[in-house]
C-alpha cells in the first residue's frame, strides 16, 4: 500500500461543516484549518480547564477536569439552562517556563457525549466555538489573528485544528478560550457536551538526523505497545493505531510491519480494535483502513478476516467502512474459495460442497 510519508509532511484543508440552525451571523474571525492527522513532534502541553458551568446529576458531577484525560469516565456538559451557545471553556496551558520557537498550535477535540452513538445522539454537540490564544501577563494575543472559528463535524471523531503562531512563546503564560456560539441539538437533552480537549506545541520541522532517531525510537515504542496489547489494553492498541501517522509508518519496513499487526488485531480483537479505529482522526483511521483492505502480505485467510469482522457487526458496530471491508472480504475469499476449487480440480480431487454465494 501507499504510506502518506512522515507525519509532519500534512495537507491541510479548510474545516467544513454544516452549521446548525442556532448559528450566529459569521463573526469577524479567520477559520482555523483542520489537520488530517496529529504529528508525533509536538509536544503535549499540561492543562488545568474551568468552564462556564458543570452539570451535577445523580451524584455525578460531568466537569471539565478530566478533558485532557482520553481515559476519563465522564465527558464535560455544561449545566445552564437552554441548548448550549454562550457555554465557554477556558484552559490554562502549562509546561516549562520561558520562550519556546512553535510553528503551531493543535488543538485536539472529540464533540459530545462520545461513549456511545445513543449518548452522542441525545446530547447537544458544539456546532461553532471561537478560539482566542493569549499570554495571560501581557493579554496580548500570540497568534497573527485575534480569534479563529472551529467549524465542528456532527460526528463522535477526534477532530484537529492548526493555530499558526511562527514565533517564540512562553507556554507557561498561555490561555485559551473556547466560546461556543452554535450547537447542534441533542434528541433528548438540551445539556451541551464535550469529551475530550487537549493541546499540543509544534516546534519547528525537525532535521533528517533527528527524523532518523523518531524512527528508532517508534520502533520501540512500537514493540512496548505491543507487549501490552496482547491482555487487550485499550491505551496500548489506541497507541499501535495512531502509529499510522507516523514516520516509522513511511519507511518500507515500517509500512510492512504496521500492516501485518492491523491486520493481527482485527482478527484478534475484531469489537474492541475497530471500536477504537472509529474515534481516531480522518487521516489515521483512513490509513489503517487502507492498511486492512490492501495489507503487504496475506498473514491470514479472507474468510478469517470476513469471520473477524461479522462478529464486530454482530456486536452493534456500524458504518460505511465496515461495510465495505465485509463487501471487500466477501470477495477476496470467493476468489480464493474458486481458486481452491480450480487448483484441486487440476490435481483430479473432488471439489468438497460449498454454499457461498454465486455473484
Not at 30 to 49: C, H, K, Q, R, S
Not at 157 to 162: D, H, I
Not at 220 to 239: D, F, I, K, N, P
Not at 243 to 271: K, N
Request: charge should be negative.
Amino acid at each position: 500500500m501507499t504510506r502518506k510519508g512522515p507525519a509532519l509532511s500534512l495537507l491541510l484543508c479548510l474545516a467544513v461543516a454544516t452549521l446548525p440552525a442556532n448559528a450566529a451571523p459569521e463573526a469577524a474571525t479567520g477559520a482555523a484549518e483542520e489537520a488530517t492527522a496529529l504529528p508525533e513532534a509536538v509536544v503535549g502541553l499540561p492543562l488545568e480547564i474551568t468552564a462556564s458551568s458543570t452539570l451535577v446529576k445523580a451524584g455525578r458531577r460531568y466537569g471539565p477536569e478530566g478533558l485532557s484525560d482520553p481515559e476519563a469516565a465522564l465527558p464535560w456538559c455544561e449545566g445552564q439552562e437552554g441548548p448550549g451557545p454562550g457555554a465557554w471553556l477556558e484552559a490554562r496551558l502549562g509546561g516549562p517556563p520561558g520562550p519556546a520557537e512553535a510553528r503551531d498550535l493543535i488543538v485536539k477535540l472529540v464533540p459530545g457525549y462520545a461513549k456511545a452513538e445513543r449518548l452522542f445522539s441525545a446530547h447537544a454537540r458544539p456546532g461553532r466555538a471561537i478560539l482566542t490564544l493569549k499570554d495571560r501577563i501581557s493579554g496580548a494575543a500570540v497568534t497573527p489573528q485575534d480569534s479563529y472559528q472551529l467549524a465542528f463535524h456532527d460526528r463522535p471523531r477526534v477532530l484537529l485544528f492548526r493555530i499558526p503562531v511562527e514565533r517564540a512563546v512562553d507556554p507557561s503564560r498561555l490561555d485559551l478560550r473556547l466560546a461556543f456560539d452554535a450547537v447542534f441539538p441533542g434528541n433528548a437533552f438540551e445539556v451541551l457536551c464535550l469529551s475530550e480537549l487537549r493541546i499540543f506545541l509544534e516546534g519547528p520541522e525537525p532535521a533528517p538526523e533527528a527524523l532518523a532517531r523518531d524512527v528508532a525510537g517508534e520502533r520501540a515504542y512500537l514493540g512496548a505497545m505491543l507487549r501490552r496489547s496482547e491482555t487487550g489494553e485499550r491505551a496500548a492498541l489506541r497507541g499501535l493505531i495512531r502509529l499510522a501517522s507516523s514516520a516509522y509508518a513511511a519507511t518500507p519496513e515500517g509500512g510492512q510491519r504496521l500492516d501485518e499487526i492491523y491486520l493481527d488485531l482485527l482478527v484478534a480483537r475484531p469489537w474492541l480494535f475497530l471500536s477504537i479505529l472509529a474515534r481516531e482522526d480522518d487521516g489515521v483511521r483512513d490509513t489503517v483502513l487502507a492498511a486492512l483492505r490492501d495489507p503487504a502480505r496475506d498473514t491470514h485467510p479472507p474468510d478469517r478476516v470476513l469471520g473477524a469482522l461479522r462478529l464486530a457487526q454482530g456486536r452493534g458496530l456500524g458504518g460505511e467502512p465496515l461495510a465495505d471491508l465485509i463487501r471487500h472480504y466477501t470477495l477476496r475469499n470467493l476468489r480464493e474459495k474458486r481458486r481452491l476449487e480450480s487448483a484441486r480440480a487440476d490435481e483430479g480431487q473432488p471439489a468438497p460442497a460449498t454454499d457461498w454465494p454465486q455473484p
